[in-house]
C-alpha cells in the first residue's frame, strides 16, 4: 500500500487541471482573457508590417503560451490538501 500512495503522489499532478476550484478556476480565466486581449492588440498593430504565414505562426506560439500560462496557473493555485489524502499515509500502520 506504501509503495501505491508514493505512486499516486508522484503522479497526482494530472489531476489539477480537473479539480480547479472556483476561486482560482476564475482566477485562471480572468488572466487568459487579458492575456488574450494584450495578444489581440498587438496582433492588430503589427498586422500591416506581417505576412500571412507569419501570422499563423504568431498566432500558434500565442496559443501556446496561453495554454502553458493557463497549466502553469492551475499547477500553482491547486494543491490537494483534503484531510483524507493525510489520513492515506497512516492507514498502513493501523491495518
Known sequence: ??????TFHQTKDIFL???T???P??????????LRRLMANQIAQE??????AQGRRQADQNRLQRVNRRADLIQRENHFTLI???YLSHFVSHV
Open 1 to 6: 500500500m506504501e509503495r501505491y500512495l508514493q
Open 17 to 19: 487541471e480537473f479539480r
Open 21 to 23: 476550484s472556483k476561486s
Open 25 to 34: 478556476g476564475a482566477e485562471v480565466n480572468c488572466q487568459d482573457r487579458e
Open 47 to 52: 498586422a500591416h508590417h506581417i505576412s500571412a
Open 84 to 86: 483524507k489524502m493525510h
